[in-house]
Structures are given as C-alpha cells and as structure tokens.
C-alpha cells in the first residue's frame, strides 16, 4: 500500500508516549519490515505506528500491510499493543480508553446486565486481563494516579 494514503490512529497519539526509534529505524533498514502493519480498508492504523514512523523516516513510498475490520477500532487498537513494553502512564491511559469502550458495548447499570447474559462484569478483572496487568498493579496504578499523580 502507498505510505501516502495511511493515516495514523488519532486515539494512539492519546493514549502511548512517543518513544525513541533510532534503533527501530536501523533495523527496518538493515532487515526491511519483518511484519506488516494492520490497517483498516481506509487505510488507519490499528498496529504499527511506530513500524509506519520509522519507514517513513526512511523514505519509503510502499509498505506492507495487513487489512482487518474491526467491531471496535480502538479496542483493536489496545488489543494489538498487548505485549508491548508500557509506561504506567500508557497502562492508565489504555484503561480509561478500554474503560469507556467497553461501556458503550455493554452499557451500564442494570440494563447492562441483560448484554452480558445475566453475568457480572468485574470491570478492573476484565480491564487488567485485556491490558495484560495484574488486577493489584491496576489498582495501585489507579490510586496512585488519583492521589499523586506526580509519582506516575
């Protein structure tokens, strides 16, 4: 696909840090891109914005890619930086995303309760297995970010 008519996820820019691609950028020019970035069919990214960042450094016109349809693009979103190496800050800021998201799936309240075929959502349990945490770390990241923010 032509680098010109990706686009970048807004709701990435939200909720990750923008990290150091130096050495990312190094290695897609020695051993060109090893996995294809996930777009959607009007070409956003849902994974592999950095991978996008840095062939556009390069200069590159096309790129490899991978189209999907998700249900939910920032869910998908999310999903796909799973295993990625997160700050706290990235952790709160993909709960407070997933959070609401998995609100507006769902719902809230007692009707919601109807969605979930009478089952009740513990929503830090589902949020911390979604966000690849522990329920105590998201906890702790949560109280933190609420008491001292400047400790995060």
Same mark, same amino acid.
Request: hydrophobic share 35%.
């Given at each position: ?16 840090? +923008? ?11 020695? =051993?060109?891109?090893?996995?294809? &970035? ?18 556009? %450094?390069?200069?590159?016109?096309? &790129? ?8 939910? %693009? ?7 930086? #799973?295993? #990625? ?8 800021? %993909? ?7 998995? +609100? ?5 309240? #007692?009707?919601?309760?109807? =969605? #979930? ?14 966000? =690849? ?7 702790? !990241? ?8 400047? !400790?995060?």
């Amino acid at each position: 696909m032509k680098v010109s008519v990706i686009t970048p996820n807004q709701t990435n820019d939200e909720i990750y840090d +923008k990290t150091d691609l130096s050495s990312l950028v190094g290695s897609i020019a020695e =051993n060109g891109l090893l996995e294809p &970035i996930v777009v959607t069919k009007t070409g956003t990214i849902i994974s592999g914005h950095r991978r996008f960042a840095a062939v556009k %450094e390069l200069g590159w016109e096309d &790129i490899d890619v991978r189209i999907v349809e998700p249900e939910n %693009e920032i869910i998908a979103l999310i999903e796909h930086n #799973r295993y #990625r190496s997160k700050t706290e800050k990235d952790i709160l800021r %993909e709960s407070r995303f997933l959070e609401k998201e998995l +609100k507006k799936r769902i719902g809230s309240g #007692r009707n919601a309760a109807k =969605n #979930r075929d009478g089952k009740k959502l513990h929503m830090d349990l589902e949020l911390a297995k979604n966000l =690849n945490v522990g329920v105590t770390k998201l906890k702790q !990241l949560r109280s933190i970010e609420n008491y001292q923010p400047q !400790l995060i």
